[in-house]
């Protein structure tokens, strides 16, 4: 009988202890999320950032940063979130590119909102910048891109979470050496009829003789850029992606299409008025016809293409 009492209060006390490891996994878990903590699990481990090959400049900048440890520290990435009234998400787009590595900065670019979203992004750890007025999506990308410290700088949306493992692959592919890494996406191509947006950014791909980019366009996020990216290209540029996407092409950069993430199908479906044309579409053709308008102007009326053997001036 003593036996028996004494194998039940070990069965008992092992019992407790379990549940106790389990409340202080649980603890561990939700803490991974605070602000300031350093319990998050990084995508790419500190150990990592340091076996990246480094080309050029690039090596005076590594060691400039490896000896800078004073306030003026450049992180290694800056991610840039645009956000007008994303308080329902900000929080879990913050948290998601905080994972991503221990040396980053979270750039939140508040505008125009009426709610809680800048709170709510200071809250889960990012820098806020805020503005009354609406910038939107692409004012926001060029006004936190001239604030960014970063060596590599990523965009993202306020209101699309994506994993940190979906975003990882894009900072990676500039420290492997690309300049600007777009996200593979080439939107619902099967679909008849296929989206004037669609067309607009395969036909820009044909145009600067990159077919095999097919849809992939700095118009879409989740999208990286080196330093020199960002210099070829020019700030105020990224106000339209179409043009910053031609002069990252006709520029010499390394542009390459490197993970795919399904934005279509995770973005929030728009309410739009019916009966009339979808003013975002109108704004991203009219952008796109910015670019071809700069690159006729750049490389010729046929966009730096070949006429071949046909003598126009004898059809006048």
Not at 95 to 120: F, H, K, W
Request: glycine share 8%.
């Amino acid at each position: 009988m003593l036996q028996k009492r004494g194998n039940t209060a070990f069965y008992a006390a092992k019992s407790k202890m379990a549940q106790r490891k389990a409340q202080l996994k649980k603890r561990r878990s939700k803490s991974a999320y605070k602000k300031g903590t350093k319990a998050y699990k990084y995508v790419i481990p500190p150990v990592e950032q340091t076996e990246w090959p480094v080309f050029g400049a690039e090596h005076a900048m590594r060691e400039t940063l490896a000896q800078d440890t004073t306030n003026s520290h450049k992180p290694l990435l800056s991610v840039i979130i645009p956000a007008m009234n994303e308080e329902r998400t900000i929080g879990a787009v913050v948290r998601q590119a905080l994972r991503i590595c221990r040396d980053a900065e979270v750039l939140v670019i508040v505008n125009g909102s009426t709610d809680g979203t800048a709170a709510a992004a200071k809250r889960a750890g990012a820098q806020v910048l805020r503005y009354a007025e609406a910038l939107g999506h692409d004012g926001g990308r060029r006004v936190g891109a001239a604030a960014a410290r970063g060596r590599v700088l990523l965009f993202t949306d306020a209101d699309i979470p994506i994993p940190a493992e979906h975003l990882a692959p894009y900072v990676r592919a500039i420290l492997d050496g690309t300049d600007v890494a777009l996200n593979d996406y080439n939107g619902p191509v099967a679909r008849i009829p296929v989206h004037p947006v669609v067309e607009a950014k395969h036909a820009l791909n044909s145009m600067l003789a990159r077919p095999d980019l097919q849809g992939a366009s700095m118009t879409a996020i989740p999208h990286a850029l080196s330093r020199k990216a960002l210099e070829v290209i020019g700030t105020d540029t990224l106000g339209v992606p179409p043009l910053a996407h031609a002069k990252a092409v006709t520029g010499g950069l390394k542009v390459r299409a490197v993970h795919h993430v399904p934005v279509g199908k995770m973005n929030a479906v728009r309410v739009k008025k019916r009966g009339g044309p979808d003013p975002l579409s109108q704004v991203v053709w009219n952008d796109h016809l910015k670019a071809i308008r700069w690159i006729t102007d750049t490389l010729g009326p046929r966009g730096g293409h070949s006429d071949l053997q046909r003598v126009r001036s004898l059809t006048r």
